[in-house]
């Protein structure tokens, strides 16, 4: 091979690897061309899935301001769609005086329950048309009546009996003074007759010594004076005793049995006209217990024998039953405002135009026990008189429904940049 061959060699093998390097670089600049472009578009999709949520951040917010929902949900708290309390920081620095504090969830109970029981037992022979669950009664209204023979029968004997116990008492009142005329009377007989006695006793005993009376006539005469001697001692004793109180004591027994019959009379006619069930109070039948043929006794514990009639309540009355948490008790205050919106009709325009903001209550006490099992305080809060109208007694609020009920803040409580609780119960 000659020079010019061995130099060409070389020369030919440099020029394939440059061409070979400057490849690579392109190849290089052309990816890294690509890469940059990656950023931008993390950001463009940044970009838009930020839009996306800020815009359906904003209509969810624009209808919770809508009227319907600011007025189903009271001020300084909010729910969320599946009912559920959520927190709401305070507005300022300082709480103002009436914004809520704490919310909490509760049920609703009868301020007083009354279990319609009859007084004596029998079988219901009557009952009123509409005895039935709903209907409101007003107190005194007849529910039922319980056959009445036999307590009939007792009142009967018991009013003869006083009846006769009244004549007798009557009658040694008004024969006292002449009672005592007569003893006077019968004792002044008594001394005239022992007169006459003692001065033929004399005579006889005269005439005996001559013989001109016999001695039957003589012991006779004898034996009859002192006789009479002794019915004067008894009827001056009988006199000393009925001017001493022997008849007032006689008059006092007297009352005594006429009071005694009275009590037996009375208490016949209280088992009498209680054979007659009334309502005890203005107040809505809850449940029915007994019906038409049944037997009921207030003391019977056997299951063929009802104990109770019905069970009433006053549904205009009503206190919501709430459980607080220990850590948020010391929020709450008897005599505190409350707003309470039964969850039911949170979103019903026909209540909220009635009742925009709910109904308002007042704590009406604290329990005096806690409950162990789930940390909390018992809590009562009290529908304000007059809120539930006769009309609308068991239309909204009924009991064991659920209630929502918003404590607020008294004027005189303001801690600053305290945020509003919720309490789970």
Same mark, same amino acid.
């Given at each position: 091979?000659?020079? &010019?061959?061995?130099?060409?060699?070389?020369?030919?093998?440099?020029?394939?690897?440059?061409?070979?390097?400057? +490849? #690579?670089?392109?190849?290089?600049?052309?990816?890294?061309?690509?890469?940059?472009?990656?950023? /931008?578009?993390?950001?463009?999709?940044?970009?838009?899935?930020?839009?996306?949520?800020?815009?359906? !951040?904003?209509?969810?917010?624009?209808?919770?301001?809508?009227?319907?929902?600011?007025?189903?949900?009271?001020?300084? $708290?909010?729910?969320?769609?599946?009912?559920?309390?959520?927190?709401?920081?305070?507005? @300022?620095?300082?709480?103002?005086? @009436?914004? %809520?504090? =704490?919310?909490?969830?509760?049920?609703?109970?009868?301020?007083?329950?009354?279990? %319609?029981?009859?007084?004596?037992?029998?079988?219901?022979?009557?009952?009123?048309?509409?005895?039935?669950?709903?209907?409101?009664?007003?107190?005194?209204?007849?529910?039922?009546?319980?056959?009445?023979?036999?307590?009939?029968?007792?009142?009967?004997?018991?009013?003869?009996?006083?009846?006769?116990?009244?004549?007798? $008492?009557?009658?040694?009142?008004?024969?006292?003074?002449?009672?005592?005329?007569?003893?006077?009377?019968?004792?002044?007989?008594?001394?005239?007759?022992?007169?006459?006695?003692?001065?033929? $006793?004399?005579?006889?005993?005269?005439?005996?010594? *001559?013989?001109?009376?016999?001695?039957?006539?003589?012991?006779?005469?004898?034996?009859?004076?002192?006789? #009479?001697?002794?019915?004067?001692?008894?009827?001056?004793?009988?006199?000393?005793?009925?001017?001493?109180?022997?008849?007032?004591?006689?008059?006092?027994? !007297?009352?005594?049995?006429?009071?005694?019959?009275?009590?037996?009379?009375?208490?016949?006619? /209280?088992?009498?006209?209680? +054979?007659?069930? +009334?309502?005890?109070?203005?107040?809505?039948?809850?449940?029915?217990?007994?019906?038409?043929?049944?037997?009921?006794?207030?003391?019977?514990?056997?299951?063929?024998?009802?104990?109770? =009639?019905?069970?009433?309540?006053?549904?205009?009355?009503?206190?919501?039953?709430?459980?607080?948490?220990? &850590?948020?008790?010391?929020?709450?205050?008897?005599?505190?405002?409350?707003?309470?919106?039964?969850?039911?009709?949170?979103?019903?325009?026909?209540?909220?135009?009635?009742?925009?903001? @709910? $109904?308002?209550?007042?704590?009406?006490? =604290?329990?005096? *026990?806690?409950?162990?099992?789930?940390?909390?305080?018992?809590?009562?809060?009290?529908?304000?008189?007059?809120?539930?109208?006769?009309?609308? !007694?068991?239309?909204?609020?009924?009991?064991?429904?659920? !209630?929502?009920?918003?404590?607020?803040?008294?004027?005189?409580? *303001?801690?600053? @940049?305290?945020?509003?609780?919720?309490?789970? #119960?």
């Amino acid at each position: 091979m000659s020079e &010019r061959g061995q130099l060409s060699a070389p020369k030919e093998l440099s020029d394939r690897v440059r061409s070979l390097r400057l +490849t #690579n670089r392109e190849t290089s600049a052309a990816n890294s061309s690509r890469l940059a472009w990656l950023p /931008w578009i993390f950001c463009i999709v940044l970009l838009f899935t930020s839009v996306a949520f800020g815009y359906r !951040a904003y209509r969810v917010g624009g209808l919770s301001t809508s009227p319907t929902a600011a007025t189903a949900t009271p001020a300084g $708290y909010a729910t969320t769609p599946s009912g559920q309390s959520v927190e709401l920081p305070a507005s @300022g620095a300082v709480a103002a005086a @009436g914004e %809520v504090v =704490l919310q909490s969830k509760g049920y609703v109970i009868p301020k007083s329950l009354v279990q %319609v029981s009859p007084k004596v037992g029998g079988q219901l022979i009557w009952i009123n048309d509409r005895f039935e669950e709903g209907r409101r009664f007003k107190k005194g209204d007849k529910l039922a009546e319980i056959e009445k023979t036999e307590y009939q029968a007792e009142f009967d004997q018991a009013e003869s009996a006083y009846l006769a116990a009244c004549e007798r $008492y009557q009658e040694l009142v008004k024969t006292r003074p002449e009672e005592i005329k007569q003893a006077e009377a019968e004792l002044e007989e008594a001394r005239q007759t022992g007169l006459q006695l003692q001065l033929e $006793y004399e005579r006889n005993q005269r005439l005996a010594s *001559t013989r001109a009376v016999p001695l039957r006539e003589l012991e006779q005469a004898q034996y009859s004076s002192e006789a #009479n001697k002794a019915r004067l001692r008894r009827l001056e004793a009988t006199l000393r005793l009925l001017r001493d109180g022997r008849l007032d004591r006689r008059i006092q027994a !007297a009352e005594f049995e006429m009071k005694q019959a009275k009590g037996v009379l009375d208490r016949a006619r /209280w088992r009498l006209e209680n +054979t007659i069930i +009334t309502a005890p109070i203005d107040g809505t039948i809850l449940t029915k217990k007994a019906e038409l043929g049944n037997m009921v006794n207030p003391s019977a514990f056997s299951s063929g024998i009802s104990a109770s =009639l019905c069970e009433m309540a006053d549904l205009t009355k009503l206190e919501i039953d709430l459980s607080i948490q220990e &850590r948020d008790i010391a929020a709450v205050k008897v005599g505190q405002e409350c707003q309470i919106m039964p969850e039911a009709y949170q979103n019903d325009p026909e209540f909220l135009s009635k009742h925009p903001r @709910g $109904y308002r209550g007042v704590v009406s006490r =604290l329990m005096p *026990t806690a409950d162990r099992a789930k940390g909390a305080i018992p809590v009562r809060v009290a529908i304000a008189p007059g809120e539930i109208p006769e009309a609308e !007694a068991g239309l909204y609020l009924r009991p064991d429904m659920s !209630a929502l009920v918003s404590f607020k803040r008294s004027p005189t409580a *303001t801690t600053a @940049g305290e945020p509003t609780r919720t309490s789970s #119960n």
